[in-house]
């Protein structure tokens, strides 16, 4: 599946983003989906994730409250809803998938995924 992230950009502290994830190659419904960031000089992050059905969600901690994962299987796409944004959230946002064969998992590790999309900056100025 290939997986092409839109949506980032500049953004003062308290406002507000939504990212999405288109993916063409394969029946979208099949994959569970997450959202990592990396900052400069950082490890790549879990963000949120969300099972194929969109049933059940995850989030690391220091975005709950403020983000929100979601998808439309009709459209082929996962969105990223940020809000109140902070500029600790300042990083290259990557999309990724993996294959979920029915089951009601959500994956949080980045190693559980095979496919990722190219990234997307956000910048988040004080």
């Known amino acids: 599946v290939q997986l092409q992230a839109s949506g980032g950009g500049l953004v003062q502290a308290g406002g507000s983003l939504r990212l999405s994830c288109a993916a063409s190659?394969?029946?979208?419904?099949?994959?569970?989906m997450g959202w990592f960031r990396q900052a400069p000089g950082k490890e790549r992050e879990f963000v949120a994730a969300i099972t194929w059905s969109g049933s059940k969600t995850s989030y690391t901690d220091s975005v709950k409250g403020r983000f929100t994962i979601s998808r439309d299987n009709a459209k082929n796409t996962v969105y990223l809803q940020m809000n109140s944004l902070k500029p600790e959230d300042t990083a290259v946002y990557y999309c990724?998938?993996?294959?979920?064969?029915?089951?009601?998992?959500?994956?949080?590790?980045?190693?559980?995924?095979?496919?990722w999309g190219q990234g997307t900056q956000v910048t988040v100025s004080s």
């Open positions: 990724a998938a993996r294959q979920s064969y029915g089951g009601s998992d959500y994956y949080t590790d980045r190693n559980q995924y095979t496919y």
């Open positions: 190659g394969h029946t979208f419904s099949n994959y569970a």
